[in-house]
C-alpha cells in the first residue's frame, strides 16, 4: 500500500501564490505518473497537471501559464507549484500516483488538501 500525504493548503487572495506538496511513502519512481486533481462543492473531481516518470507534464487549459507541477524521486515528493491564483481556483486539492501491474494500473490518492482563493 502507498500513502500520498499533501500539504501546503490555506487561504489566498487572488493573485497570491501557493505550493502544494505531496510526501509518498515509498520511492515514486516506480510510478508510470504522478498528479494533482481538485474537486471544488458541488462538482466532479479534474485533472489540474500529470506528470510521467519521464518527466512530460500535461496541464488543464484552465492552469496552463499558472500552475506548474514537479517531481524530486530523492526526496519522493510531488509538488505543484501555483501562481496567480483566482477564486475559482478553490477546490480540494488531491495528489494521485498511478502505477502499473503488467496490463493492471494501480491509483492511490492523498486525503486531499483545501485552497481558498478569496477575491
Known amino acids: 500500500q502507498v500513502q500520498l500525504v499533501e500539504s501546503g493548503g490555506g487561504l489566498v487572495q487572488a493573485g497570491g501564490s501557493l505550493r502544494l506538496s505531496c510526501a509518498a511513502s515509498?520511492?515514486?519512481?516506480?510510478?508510470?505518473?504522478m498528479g494533482w486533481y481538485r474537486q471544488a462543492p458541488g462538482k466532479q473531481r479534474e485533472l489540474v497537471a500529470t506528470?510521467?516518470?519521464?518527466?512530460?507534464?500535461n496541464y488543464a487549459d484552465s492552469v496552463k501559464g499558472r500552475f506548474t507541477i514537479s517531481r524530486d524521486n530523492a526526496k519522493n515528493t510531488l509538488s505543484l507549484q501555483m501562481n496567480s491564483l483566482k477564486p475559482e481556483d478553490t477546490a480540494v486539492y488531491y495528489c494521485?500516483?498511478?502505477?502499473?501491474?503488467?496490463?493492471?494500473?494501480?491509483?492511490?490518492w492523498g486525503q486531499g488538501t483545501q485552497v481558498t482563493v478569496s477575491a
Open positions: 515509498r520511492r515514486i519512481f516506480s510510478f508510470n505518473a
Open positions: 506528470i510521467t516518470s519521464g518527466g512530460s507534464t
Open positions: 494521485n500516483a498511478n502505477q502499473a501491474f503488467g496490463i493492471r494500473t494501480i491509483d492511490y
